[in-house]
Each structure stands twice: as C-alpha cells, then as structure tokens.
Nanobody
C-alpha cells in the first residue's frame, strides 16, 4: 500500500517557523521526485517546492523563495519542508506528493498525501 503521511502542521504567529515532514512507503522513494503543494480556502492548489532524486537543492514557488527549504532523507523515506518567516498568506492545507518525473516545479504526480494544516496568524 502506497502511503504519504504528512505531519508537523499547526498554528504559528507571523514570523514564526514550522517544519513539515512527509513519510513515504510502498514505492521506491529514492527514485521519486517529491513535492509540496498547498491550497487555501477558495484558492487554487499551487506547487510550493520540489526536490529531485539525489538532490540537495530544491525548486521553489517565487513567493516562498528564501523562506522555505525542502530536503529529503532517502534512508528514512522522508521529505521535509522547513518554513521560516511565515506569513498569514502562507496559511493553507499543505500536501506531500510523489512522482516518477518532473521539471522544475512541475511534477507528474502519482501519489498524494492527506495533507497537514498550516495556520499563520497576524
């Protein structure tokens, strides 16, 4: 059974930080492109960050560049999203996703996680 389980969401004040984790199982994590998406109420889902197999550097949505960092630990089948200097506009449900290929922020999503809520208050 393929699973992507997000954790680490919560409520934080503007300027604060959160670290999201996504633990994967049921597929070859080390060969997969991993990504983070988010969706706020009434808004379209948008790609936030991607990290390719073996990479130490990710790709990011312009509005989060310099504030968010994604990384992966292939020994733990886990991808992370470190979010610093959070803003109210970052409030959304954040989803982990996995795919077999990708280009920059684009990914051919094969699997989705259930999501974890991030709420940033001003």
């Amino acid at each position: 059974q393929v699973q992507l389980v997000e954790s680490g969401g919560g409520s934080v004040q503007s300027g604060g930080s959160l670290r999201l984790s996504c633990e994967a199982s049921g597929f070859t994590f080390s060969r997969s492109v991993m990504a983070w998406f988010r969706q706020a109420p009434g808004k379209e889902r948008e790609g936030v960050a991607t990290i390719h197999p073996g990479s130490v550097t990710g790709y990011y949505l312009d509005s989060v560049k310099g504030r968010f960092t994604t990384s992966r630990d292939n020994t733990k089948n886990t991808v992370y999203l470190q979010m610093n200097n959070l803003k109210p506009e970052d409030s959304a449900m954040y989803y982990c996703a996995a795919g077999g290929s990708g280009y920059g922020l684009r990914i051919d999503v094969q699997y989705w996680g259930q999501g974890t809520q991030v709420t940033v208050s001003s």
